[in-house]
Nanobody, 127 residues
Framework: QVQLVESGGGLVQPGGSLRLSCQASGFTLDSYPIGWFRQAPGKEREGVTC????????YYSDSTKGRFTTSGDNAKNTVYLQMNSLKPEDTAVYYCAVDTSYGSGCQLLDASGMDYWGKGTLVTVSS
């Protein structure tokens, strides 16, 4: 049974950093690509990053490239999202999701291409 559990959200000041975790179960990280998505109030869910732990390939949205880094720990079956230089516009609920269909949803940061989702963790960037 595939399950994803996010943690690490909270309140941080602009310019600060935060690391989110996504604990996966029911599969191993190198089996499928895992993406991070976010949804701000009143906005559509948008893709943030994707990682293919089988080969280490990563993909980033233009708004987060250079500030956010995704990585995976196969031993812990956990994917991380390190967020630096946070801005108020990064405020959102952050979700991790897995693409088990061998499609291109994760690589394209397309939420409709992801098959299983965590419940999300709230990140608030405010002074």
């Amino acid at each position: 049974q595939v399950q994803l559990v996010e943690s690490g959200g909270g309140l941080v000041q602009p310019g600060g950093s935060l690391r989110l975790s996504c604990q996966a179960s029911g599969f191993t990280l190198d089996s499928y690509p895992i993406g991070w998505f976010r949804q701000a109030p009143g906005k559509e869910r948008e893709g943030v990053t994707c990682i293919r732990n089988s080969n280490g390939y990563t993909y980033y949205s233009d708004s987060t490239k250079g500030r956010f880094t995704t990585s995976g720990d196969n031993a812990k079956n956990t994917v991380y999202l390190q967020m630096n230089s946070l801005k108020p516009e990064d405020t959102a609920v952050y979700y991790c999701a897995v693409d088990t269909s061998y499609g291109s949803g994760c690589q394209l940061l397309d939420a409709s291409g992801m098959d299983y989702w965590g419940k999300g963790t709230l990140v608030t960037v405010s002074s």
